[in-house]
């Protein structure tokens, strides 16, 4: 009963915002175009008088305007099912969907880790044995490095997460 109910107020919802975002727009196309005003009762009587004294559609805009008034409901209703399939709360949180995306392409072209040369006074000249055994030293895997397999793990498993949820959104 509930779930029925709460599906109910969200078509509802759903509906009238769709009626509202539509219906304006509506308005103002045929307002623009042939400056007809679909909430003024004066200008359906215009188009009804114009039928019963015999007008005949002769232009491509007199096509093009009785072919935007026929589809005005079937438009509307075949929106707002399209409207109900969508997620509310991607609607709600697309800014920050979005933002979050955009970080992630702005950040995934950076190189993984920056080095700075140059930034130290006069180093002392090591011997090429020296520098082989401090390359040696540096390729090691020490006991920082088992914390960042543990924290890639950490970071591995909330972005997993983070896939689900959107993929749970997007249904």
């Not at 029925?4 to 219906?23: E, P």
């Amino acid at each position: 009963m509930y779930k029925k109910l709460k599906n109910f107020v969200r078509v509802c919802f759903i509906g009238a915002v769709w009626s509202i975002l539509y219906f304006s727009t509506v308005y103002i196309v045929l307002k623009a175009l042939w400056g007809f005003d679909i909430t003024s009762k004066r200008y359906w009587n215009i188009i009804l008088r114009w039928w019963d004294e015999g007008g005949v559609f002769d232009s491509f805009q007199e096509y093009t305007f009785l072919i935007t008034l026929l589809a005005i409901l079937p438009l509307w209703i075949w929106g707002w099912k399209k409207a109900c399939r969508i997620s509310i709360v991607k609607v709600l949180f697309f800014p920050v969907f979005w933002y979050n995306s955009w970080q992630e392409r702005k950040y995934s072209q950076m190189p993984k880790s920056i080095t700075l040369k140059n930034m130290g006074g006069g180093v002392a000249k090591q011997s090429p044995q020296q520098i082989m055994e401090e390359m040696i030293a540096s390729r090691m895997p020490q006991e920082k490095d088992k914390k960042d397999l543990n924290s890639n793990k950490i970071r591995s498993n909330f972005e997993e997460k983070n896939r689900s949820f959107h993929k749970k959104l997007d249904q």
